[in-house]
């Protein structure tokens, strides 16, 4: 059976987003916080898409400006539910953030001609069982400001599969090389709106906070970059989004084996943590089987 070819696109991103967080937080551990993060990291994403103008693309419909900025603004309202979902409870917040993959599919049969073939379906829910075992906490956790943090992660959720939808639906008339460089110059440009929130002005970042900072911030900006474009050149939503999800299976191997060089402690788990993000890496890997060779 032939691989599709276009979901390496969406794999290598998978694993470009876990290298990236691993800088991003190594980073965050010179107080550059959460939103002169996010701001960094989308200049980042404006100036990478930038260059995707060259290909060219049909004439841009006068009336259909707001399409991108439309899919822009979107993409940072994700990023700000969250941040402020997870400023309560991580362990609530990323099995809700899951739900991504079967709003993702359930947007598509809604928006898109194309229907979503039903083994996509159930693995969209392989993947979100998956990524709730994936993250599960450890004993003893308390959890805090559970229903605003469910109610932040699933605004988020909503937001990014959006996004993802609208970008198969819009950017095939405008072309990628209009349509995605003006989508993430929108979301640079909207980001501006994040510097009130900024604990400090962006010169007042530790000079050795950068090497961390800002490699992670261009990979998240490449691994973006090459989930749109598989969305705005070969569609595919959900099945994209069932193989990005394998970003949490790469996450926990990445922290078990290189977690150490990046100040990363969460190599030492209990027995029955370890049990659940072994029965979460065999969903993923059936979820991507059934998307990948179904």
Partial sequence: MTFPAHLLFPLSSSVGYVLAVLLVKRSASYGVGLWRTTFVANLAMGICFSPLWLLGGPPIPAGLWWQPVLAGGLFFAGQVATFLALEGDVSVATPVLGLKILLVALLSAMLLQDPV???????????????????????GMVHRRVGATILWAALAACA??????????????????????????????????????????????????????????????????????????????????IVYASRGLWSVAAVWLVGHWFGNEEQTLPSHLLRNRLGGAALMLAAIGLVVFG
């Fill in 117 to 139: 073939p039903l083994k996509w379906w159930v693995a969209a829910c392989l993947s979100t069982g998956a990524i709730v075992l994936l993250n599960s906490g450890g004993r």
């Fill in 160 to 241: 990014y599969a959006l996004t993802d939808v609208l970008v198969q639906k819009w950017a095939p008339a405008w072309g990628v090389g209009r349509f995605l460089p003006l989508m993430f110059g929108s979301l640079a440009l909207i980001s501006f709106a994040l510097i009130p929130r900024f604990q400090a002005p962006l010169r007042s970042i530790p000079r050795a906070a950068w090497p961390w900072l800002l490699p992670g911030a261009v990979i998240l900006a490449l691994q973006a970059a090459s989930m749109t474009y598989a969305l705005g050149v070969y569609g595919d939503a959900t099945a994209v989004n």
